[in-house]
């Protein structure tokens, strides 16, 4: 438990640190307020996954604690003042949901200039959904928020959602979302 934040099976927290994740599986696993499988908070450094398999994973809040931030269902960053570079290279990500933004993967920096880069490469996002009941959701696979700076190579998107379930309306980027990002 990071402040409130629980992350599904890896949590990091602070700090200059080097994570990389390799031919891993992660199904089934849940958080609150950001990142099902994976929530990083104010961590900087380098974030490296490689031929890794996201499934079913989720991310939900508890209204009290949070008002109703629910992002990233397999990998949240938020509020991070850190410098970090992220890759995901090579991986699948399919059928994972946030109860805000981003159905899988959820990048948001503290700070109006951009010290988080990612690169997503070679990689295929499919099934996420971000579903928000009293607002719309953005970002059905990724969501970027406050001058996150990625690029986007070789990847495919195939029926990621973004909607208020409880109507018929919609949210924005069903694939990638961007809330003052750089794409």
């Known amino acids: 438990v990071m402040g ?20 891993c599986y992660f199904s089934g696993n849940h958080g609150n307020l950001y990142g099902g499988a994976i929530s990083l908070y104010q961590f900087g450094g380098t974030v490296k996954i490689t031929d890794s398999y996201f499934a079913d994973n989720s991310v939900s809040h508890s209204v009290a604690a949070s008002g109703n931030t629910a992002d990233g269902g ?34 948001e920096s503290a700070h109006l200039d951009p010290k988080i ?21 953005t970002g059905g696979a990724v969501q970027l928020s406050l001058n996150v700076h990625a690029e986007f190579i070789n990847n495919t998107f195939t029926g990621n959602i973004c909607e208020n379930p409880g109507t018929s309306q919609k949210g924005s980027g069903a694939a990638v979302g961007s809330h003052y990002g750089r794409i």
């Not at 409130?4 to 080097?18: H, M, S």
């Open 74 to 107: 397999d990998i949240g960053v938020c509020h991070n003042g850190q410098i970090m570079n992220m890759v995901i290279n090579g991986g699948t990500v399919e059928d994972n949901i946030a109860m805000d933004d981003a159905g899988a993967l959820f990048v």
């Open 4 to 23: 409130g934040y629980t992350a599904g099976a890896i949590g990091g927290i602070g700090g200059n640190k080097t994570l990389t994740v390799s031919n």
């Open 117 to 137: 880069t990612v690169e997503v490469k070679n990689s295929t996002f499919a099934g996420n959904a971000a579903q928000r009941y009293d607002n719309l959701g």
